[in-house]
């Protein structure tokens, strides 16, 4: 079935420090995949996302490369702000397909991004 | 883009009463899902509501337990049915608003349900 496997948490790091949550990903075909973040407070919102093998996504400087030889999609970032405290959710689309569930997420746990001053 | 009003952001319930949750898009979408938070967990998929059919329901979730309504293309509501302290989490909407593998999926604020 499909799955997405992210890196658990809670991460706290200092700021100006380089930031890798890994993800990892099972999947039928080709999915489409997606970083999302939840600030404190707010809604889900999307971060970034890459539709095929080698796409990179990228956003705020946070960039994930869609890496289809190891089924992977980890997020980096070189310098992290105390306003990129937040939790990540790494997710991918599943296959569109006539009837049953269509076009939504399959998420990862979620991790927690503490950035410290 | 679409911007979705979800109420109650929360709310605190007796045990075995029920909740219903509401969203409302700011445009019309075909593709609506609902999602559930438990605490520390990621997102599941509870159903997929489409406009003009029955919702369907993942593994786990039954229409007794958790029914839907979609009375036209910019609304739906979710109702949470004799809830006992185990329904505790965040439940959230989603639409896709357009066809395709790419398309973003938007999602509410959360209604944050604590099951007393």
């Known amino acids: 079935g499909n799955s997405v496997t992210q890196m658990e948490g809670p991460v706290t790091l200092s700021e100006e420090a380089f930031l890798t949550i890994n993800c990892t990903y099972t999947?039928?075909?080709?999915?489409?995949l997606f970083w999302y973040v939840q600030y404190p407070g707010e809604g889900l919102q999307l971060l970034l996302k890459a539709t095929k093998a080698d796409d990179k996504g990228s956003n705020k400087g946070f960039e994930a490369t869609y890496r289809k030889e190891t089924t992977s999609f980890h997020l980096e970032k070189g310098s992290v702000q105390v306003s990129d405290s937040a939790v990540y959710f790494c997710a991918l689309r599943r296959y569109w397909f006539p009837g049953g569930s269509q076009g939504n997420l399959i998420f990862g746990k979620g991790t927690k991004l503490s950035v410290k001053p | 883009s679409a911007v979705i009003s979800q109420k109650p952001s929360r709310d605190i319930c007796q045990r075995g009463t029920s909740l219903t949750i509401q969203c409302q898009v700011d445009s019309q979408v075909t593709m609506m899902f609902w999602y559930r938070q438990q605490p520390g967990q990621s997102l599941t998929l509870i159903a997929t509501a489409n406009q003009g059919s029955e919702a369907t329901y993942e593994s786990g979730f039954v229409i007794d337990k958790f029914p839907i309504s979609r009375p036209n293309l910019t609304f739906s509501t979710l109702t949470v049915s004799n809830m006992s302290p185990e329904d505790s989490s965040i439940y959230l909407c989603s639409v896709v608003p357009g066809q395709g593998m790419n398309t973003e999926a938007f999602f509410g604020q959360g209604t944050r349900l604590t099951v007393v």
């Open positions: 999947a039928t075909g080709y999915p489409s």
